[in-house]
């Protein structure tokens, strides 16, 4: 059974870091796209940053309103892909989601919820004034 588990959420000032984590179980995803979406209260989820499966390392694509602020990554031998989000602020607070693609040694963008196929429960990111 696949598992997507998300970690790292919490409350922090304006300014502030925090680094969530998502760890993949039941299939490797080293080959899969992955990605990281959020949803504030009364809002659509959203899109914020993915990862491609590369040898070396991944392409990286991000929502222009955390470019410059938030890295994704992933550890292909421990099954895991992090989000480094710098410099948070009010409007970052939200349920952030990690998401999973099943399909292989594919490099296209994948920004819209339907094109993942796996999903965590979500870490809440609260972000104070």
């Known amino acids: 059974q696949v598992q997507l588990v998300e970690s790292g959420g919490g409350l922090v000032q304006t300014g502030g870091s925090l680094r969530l984590s998502c760890a993949a179980s039941?299939?490797?995803?080293?080959?899969?796209?992955m990605g990281w979406f959020r949803q504030a209260p009364g809002k659509e989820r959203e899109f914020v940053a993915a990862?491609?499966?590369?040898?070396?390392?991944?392409?990286?694509y991000y929502a222009d309103s955390v470019k410059g602020r938030f890295t994704i990554s992933r550890d292909n031998a421990k099954n895991m892909v992090y989000l480094q989000m710098n410099s948070l602020k009010p409007d970052d607070t939200a349920v952030y989601y990690c998401?999973?693609?099943?399909?292989?040694?594919?490099?296209?963008?994948?920004?819209?919820?339907?094109?993942?196929?796996?999903w965590g429960q979500g870490t809440q990111v609260t972000v104070s004034s």
């Open positions: 990862i491609t499966w590369s040898w070396s390392g991944g392409t990286t």
């Open positions: 998401a999973a693609d099943s399909t292989y040694y594919s490099s296209r963008r994948r920004v819209e919820q339907g094109e993942y196929d796996f």
């Open positions: 039941g299939r490797t995803f080293s080959r899969s796209t």
